[in-house]
Structure formats: C-alpha cells, structure tokens
C-alpha cells in the first residue's frame, strides 16, 4: 500500500500520508499548522524502478545514468 508525501504549502511540513486508493479522496492535514493544503512531494531519492533505501547518502555508482529500459 502506497505512502505518498506531501508538503504543507502553508508551512512547508513535509508529511506522509497513508493512501488506501490512488482515486481514493485523501483528507491532508499538516501535523504542524492543521492545514488542509498539501501538495503531493516526489521523494528525491525516488527514481523508477529503483528500491527503496533509507537514510543515508550512500556512494552509488553502479547504475548507469543514461540507461532507459521500457
Ligand atoms: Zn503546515
């Protein structure tokens, strides 16, 4: 089940949120300021088709950069 991200545009509160359905209605509430707007974030770390790792720089050079599949 996906976790989106959103980013509070009120105060900038970056927060996920459980999504149930992608046309699912998501009620977004910053956990700092209460506001209902949030525009969704794209993770900078995600990249199509790569894992998910978490915290941490770590030195990745295996890839290639210019490689595109499908
Ligand atoms: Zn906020």
Do not use: D, N, W
């Not at 545009?9 to 209902?36: D, H």
């Amino acid at each position: 089940m996906p976790i989106y991200e959103y980013v509070c545009q009120e105060c900038e509160t970056r927060y996920e949120k459980f999504v149930r359905s992608r046309t699912a209605k998501v009620e977004l509430k910053c956990p700092t300021c209460g506001s209902p707007h949030g525009e969704k974030a794209f993770s900078a770390f995600s990249t199509r088709g790569g894992s998910s790792s978490s915290a941490g720089l770590g030195s990745v050079s295996t890839a290639p950069a210019c490689g595109s599949f499908g």
